[in-house]
């Protein structure tokens, strides 16, 4: 006998429960305001006895939690194939602009400024590499403050968000990028292979804006945190 599937409408918190399994749902209506929307995008309520059960497989690390508190951490990425492609990437960027200084030098040695915008890709490229590799995020949430830490090599971040300007937590399209194609492979893999116009991260809605968190985080671990992080905000309520 399966269970049920509680799902939970973005528009008006609405619960709706289905006999079947998740993979099989595509499009769910609300029954209170009528929206139809994609089942995979809408915010699962997870029981609290299972709140502390990360998926099967997670990276996720829950280092604190209580009934006021919990922090988690997503580590760095492990080194996959998409890396190696990267780094081809790179090398290729970086001896074809080093040529081209090179030719710009013999014929025009002040000229070398031409090849600036041509470093500077390189650059980006290689720091948007280092900081998706190498950056690790901790989440933590208590009754006034959600907090997100993003280290990274470079442009580490840190933000508070106040418990109070929070609107809503769900899967929402992240902006796309041209550097994501470099930075970002899995995910535009992801979305070429899915045929989406966005990918879908998790992202908290404020009144200022949108934040995206957990990006390199998989769908299942995606899906548990929004579940856990809107548990908590009911509660603080």
């Known amino acids: 006998m399966l269970m049920p599937i509680v799902l939970t409408c973005s528009n008006c918190n609405q619960t709706i429960e289905s006999n079947r399994k998740p993979m099989t749902i595509d499009i769910v209506q609300c029954t209170q305001c009528r929206l139809i929307q994609k089942a995979m995008y809408m915010v699962s309520v997870i029981p609290n006895n299972v709140l502390s059960s990360l998926p099967k497989g997670s990276s996720l690390k829950i280092d604190r939690e209580s009934d006021d508190c919990a922090v988690l951490s997503l580590p760095r990425m492990s080194i996959s194939v998409s890396h190696f492609f990267q780094l081809l990437f790179i090398s290729v960027w970086f ?121 390199t985080a998989d769908e299942k671990e995606q899906k548990w945190i929004i579940a856990l992080l809107n548990r908590k905000l009911d509660s603080y309520k």
Not at 143 to 161: A, N, T, V, W
Request: aromatic fraction near 16%; charged fraction near 15%.
């Open 95 to 215: 001896s074809i602009t080093l040529f081209i200084t090179w030719l710009i030098y013999l014929v025009w040695p002040a000229g070398v400024f031409l090849s600036f915008p041509l470093w500077v890709v390189e650059i980006s490229t290689v720091t948007g590499l280092l900081n998706a590799f190498y950056e690790k995020q901790t989440l933590t949430i208590n009754s006034s403050h959600l907090i997100i830490r993003k280290k990274r090599p470079f442009f580490s971040e840190k933000l508070m968000i106040q418990i109070a300007s929070i609107n809503h937590i769900a899967m929402m399209p992240l902006p796309s990028r041209f550097s994501d194609v470099f930075i970002k492979p899995k995910f535009m893999w992801k979305q070429n292979w899915s045929g989406n116009h966005s990918i879908f991260t998790p992202a908290i809605q404020t009144d200022l804006g949108v934040i995206y968190f957990f990006e």
